[in-house]
């Protein structure tokens, strides 16, 4: 054993290089992977399998038989029943990724922590950003669902982007929202994501300002439906706009997401180039209530738009030592599979701004 004492013990940093080098990691509440979308664990079943997905149809009624009367002693009404459908699933795929970490440099190092609980939070980060990429993929592509619009085609909206002046994004949002609801049975959306640049947008419209009131006192707060104050035309608040565009559609309370997370475009050694996760697109639809439960290879979920396949949580951070290189190399391991499952479960607006 090495009686060597780390220089990072002779020179103690200061507690602010502390704050900034935590600080680095991105802010896991910029991320909206976790709670949109149903997780079904299938550590109990197989990697691959099938999903039964029950049917919407029965729960309608049978156009066969529009009334249901009958008389004393006659048979009753018949009804057709319905097969589900069915999807696949795999989560033999695995996101992985590694840092390396010469000894060395961790015995001299002067970094407030541990260089290998460094390695660890960078890698921990790269996984769950890799998480909202494949999450905001699933959603915003239009390809994935039945309803979708270019945002300056509805009309109730002003024919308009949401950053145009003459635009109505509630009314348009209301238009596509009934075009959905008359397409799924009379079934409302219970989920409603945008990106960051859309949701910035609304924050400046017009329409928005004139239903999300400011309070006349000084310092005072967003309400819906107050009484218009004289600052009213300043941008609203992210958190107000949520409160509106639920109050307006109806989703519940919590489900109205924004993404405004950002991720490195530019190779390693590149000058630094930024981009969102998540594009100027609003997507809406129905991620609750999938109930979904694995046995062996098989998997059954009631109707949903999507869900997140995984088996076991971020399975961990395994570090090896490599002997040749005198490096520790720290691994990170994520099964999961997004998986789009009923495709009239879901509406995406593109091109908002």
Sequence with gaps: MSNQVSR????PVDPILTGRVLGAVPDPSLLSNQGVVEELNVNRGALDGTIFIEPRRPFMGDANHTSLARAPGADHKQLAGGAPSTETYSVRSIFGAERGLPVELEEASQFPIALREREASILRSAMMLNREVNLASLLFTAGNWTGTAVCNTLTSGGSAKWSDTAARPLAGLIQAVESYRQQNGGIMPDTLVMGYTAANALRKNDEMRGIVRISPAVGGGEAYGGALAANADRPLSIPAVQAAIAAELGIPEGRVFIGSARRETAASGATSSEADIWTDTCWFGNLMGGNGAAFG?????????????????LTGFHEEFLQSKQSLVIRANDHRQYKALV???GYTITDCV
Excluded: K, P
Aim: hydrophobic letters at 60%; zero cysteines; glycine letters at 4%.
């Design 297 to 313: 290879s098989v998997a059954r979920v009631q109707a949903v738009g999507a869900m997140v396949f995984t088996r076991n949580e």
């Design 343 to 345: 495709a009239d479960l």
């Design 8 to 11: 990072a013990a002779i020179a």
